[in-house]
C-alpha cells in the first residue's frame, strides 16, 4: 500500500538530512516516491497507477506519496518544480528523478530499470 509521508517519516525511511550531508538511504526497499498535489490533474491520474504498482511491487518496491502543498521542505529540498515528479531511490547508488504523468508501462519499465536490476 501507498504511504503518504511528512518530513518526519521522510526522515526515517528515506534520507534525514539535517544528519547527512552525502545522500543515505534509510529504507530497506528501494522506493518510488511520487510528489503531488490534490490540486493537479495529471498527479490524479498518476495516483492509483502508483496504488496499483504499490501492490505489483509489494515486498520488493516501497511506494510512498508526499503532498507538497503540506510538505514544501521537502519539496524544496529535492528541488520539486512541477508536479508529478518520481523519484526513483534504489538501494545503492543516487536516486533519480522522473517529472511528467508518465503510463503505467513506462513506470513498470522504470522501477525495473533503476531499483530491480542489480549491475554487477
Known amino acids: 500500500m501507498t504511504e503518504h509521508l511528512n518530513k518526519e517519516k521522510f ?23 511520487d510528489f503531488w498535489a490534490p490540486w493537479c490533474g495529471p498527479c490524479r491520474v498518476v495516483g492509483p497507477v502508483i496504488d496499483e504498482l504499490s501492490e505489483e ?31 526513483f531511490v534504489p538501494m545503492e547508488g543516487q536516486p533519480k528523478m522522473a517529472v511528467g504523468a508518465l503510463p503505467k508501462e513506462a513506470l513498470k519499465e522504470a522501477i525495473d530499470k533503476e531499483l530491480l536490476t542489480v549491475t554487477a
Open 11 to 33: 526522515f526515517e525511511k528515506v534520507f534525514n538530512w539535517e544528519k547527512n550531508k552525502e545522500w543515505k538511504f534509510e529504507g530497506e526497499l528501494p522506493c518510488v516516491i
Open 57 to 87: 511491487y509489494k515486498g520488493k518496491v516501497n511506494f510512498y506519496k508526499v503532498n507538497t502543498d503540506e510538505e514544501q521542505e521537502l519539496a524544496g529540498a529535492f528541488g520539486i518544480r512541477s508536479i508529478p515528479s518520481l523519484l
